[in-house]
């Protein structure tokens, strides 16, 4: 599999282990190292979200990491916020082709054409959920039936990089005209936010949430 990281886990080495320890001694996940993915895993990564925006950020975050690593991703995500409107789907929506034009000139964010036009299509897309659904929040969380999936993996490279889960949002998402919403992509969402959790048994986050 592939950790938030993008680095790839090795099998039954202690890499794989979850023995990242760092930051005061607590033992992490192990792809959790340095200033900018150790606070993400101690406080966002696997919490459960509730909050449109939120889901739509780490949608098109996740997105944006493809062919990439999710720390290139993360070390962009201020200039993301500012880009997006702080990924208010009703006004990125409405972006025009020439605000499109304008952020693929912007080194804040990742300037592939596609990925900005799917952001823009996937604003349009939750507008719809919205509509039909009340909140992109309860039409996300209706596929693990309100309750987050708890595993207990020991190994990071037993973590699947895509589920049969994963792969049923995928492909209703993009029946729904979402963009870049591959199963792995999904798959990383639902970690992301909470729905699925996937810390490892010797994190001391596992234990948390």
């Known amino acids: 599999m592939r950790s938030p990281a993008g680095t790839d886990a090795g099998a039954g080495t202690d890499a794989g282990a979850g023995t990242g320890v760092a930051a005061g001694g607590r033992r992490r996940c192990d792809w959790a190292r340095g200033e900018w993915l150790v606070p993400y895993h101690d406080t966002e990564w696997g919490v459960a979200v509730h909050d449109d925006r939120r889901h739509f950020e780490f949608l098109t975050l996740e997105g944006a990491q493809a ?67 009340g909140s992109f929040d309860d039409y996300l969380w209706d596929f693990v039936d309100g309750r987050p999936v708890r595993n207990r993996w020991r190994y990071l490279d037993q973590v699947p990089a895509t589920t049969p889960l994963a792969e049923a949002l995928s492909a209703d998402l993009r029946r729904r005209g979402f963009r870049f919403v ?28």
Request: charged share 25%; proline share 4%; aromatic share 8%.
């Open 67 to 133: 062919g990439l690593s999710w720390l290139t991703v993360l070390k962009r995500r201020d200039g993301y916020r500012r880009a997006f409107c702080d990924f208010d789907p009703a006004r990125v929506a409405r972006f025009s082709p020439a605000t499109v034009a304008r952020l693929l000139a912007d080194p804040g964010i990742i300037r592939n054409r596609a990925k900005v036009e799917a952001t823009v299509a996937n604003a349009a897309a939750v507008l719809s959920l919205q509509e039909e659904r």
């Open 182 to 209: 591959g199963p792995t992509i999904c798959y990383a969402h639902l970690q992301a936010a909470g729905l699925v959790l996937d810390h490892l048994t010797t994190c001391f986050r596992h234990r948390q949430l």
